[in-house]
């Protein structure tokens, strides 16, 4: 059934994109991101093959349809036996884009279709350096006019800003778009080999942590008393503390993840994928209680304050630190687990397996397998409680570091 305009307007973006059909192989596609795209499918030595047309918005539905009118008389008319994606002068009467995508609908096609297979802290992180340094700026572009400069200078202003990861991950990005944009049949130019090895790699550091229980407990008074409200924030960090779960699997807990009823926590390890258990002590069972009250309708335990349908920012907890005069090289968010690590480590004689069961670490017996997730559940939750009421006690300073002096 042909499209009206009224219809085209009314189609609402879904999970996955999906098509409305026109007539004669012209049909529509709406990608997740909201972009509307007219494409034709037409047959070319007995195989299928599909061009796009243009973006709705930026070509009319009389304008696709004239241009797949022209594409089909100009496909009849050829008499050498040639595909006439490859023919230079088919490419005119369609703007140069017959073999093309835009860099903004193949990367939003690509994140529909790769999304299952990847980390939350993956899907998260490579969304926002899409929105934020990427698609401003290659949003509209078809993939064959983007030149190897165009590009250099993209990831160059990202690098030049001090994010020379941020930098490197746009760069591999960008090169998996094109891939996949290999993959559903673009032949054009593939610019990013030419880049491999231009851009500035950044070093490798340890993240800044309390490694001893002076610097811990400097850190957790300045907190108490910077800070008694009950905020999600301030919350958030204190359960850090306890848990020492990554920041992404720390952000985006949900509480259909809390088991009230077996005291834990029940999640994916943002890293691995494998399922992983957090025991909740006396001390996080009440942290939760107090962020009961503070949910409302939001699925996140840690609920975003403007917007409540999604969780924390990534830099949300670290800003709230240097509010309280935690300068960065004293502690991130990130290093409290190297903190957990050290502390259980070296105070408390903990067996490095348990501790990093509890980290959320791949750990293999020696005939290679990996520990189940409940492997050393008991011990687990007897370090947690020790670890809890040890926060506690050198919070309130009842925890005697006299014997520590001398190691000063």
Known sequence: MAMKIKTIDALEPAKKPYKKHDGKGLYLVVYPSGTKVFRLKYFYMLKENTITLGKWGKITLKEAREKAEEFRLSLRQKQEHLDPLKDESTKDSLNGHSTDFTFGEISALWLSKKFKRLSIKY????????????????????????????????????????????????????????????????????????????LDSPKVCAMPAATDEFELTSILQRLDEGNRSTNVVMLAIRC???????PIELRTLQWSAVNFA???????????????????????????????????????????????????????????????????????????????????????????????????HTIKDKTGRAYDRSRHLKKRRVMMRMWSQFLVDLTAGKVDLSDLIGDI
């Open 240 to 246: 850090s503390f306890h848990w020492f779960c990554r």
């Open 262 to 360: 077996l005291k834990r926590l029940e999640l994916v390890a943002a890293k691995s994928g494998r399922p992983h258990l957090i025991p909740l002590t006396a001390q996080t069972l009440e942290l939760l209680e107090q962020l009961k009250k503070l949910a409302g309708d939001s699925p996140y335990i840690f609920q975003s304050p403007t917007l409540p349908d999604q969780p924390i920012s990534e830099n949300t907890c670290n800003n709230a630190l240097r509010l309280l005069g935690i300068k960065h090289d004293e502690m991130v968010m990130h290093g409290v687990r190297a903190t957990a690590m050290t502390l259980l480590r070296e105070r408390f004689k903990v067996k490095s397996t348990v501790i990093r069961l509890q980290l959320g």
């Open 123 to 198: 899907r998260l992180d490579t969304q926002g350096i899409l929105e934020r340094h990427i698609l401003p700026t290659l949003r509209e572009r078809f993939l064959s006019t983007i030149r190897v400069k165009e590009l250099y200078d993209l990831l160059s202003s990202i690098q030049d800003k001090g994010l020379l990861e941020t930098g490197v991950r746009a760069y591999s990005i960008i090169d998996r778009v094109y891939r996949f944009a290999a993959a559903q049949g673009y032949e054009g130019k593939y610019p990013c080999p030419l880049l491999k090895g231009q």
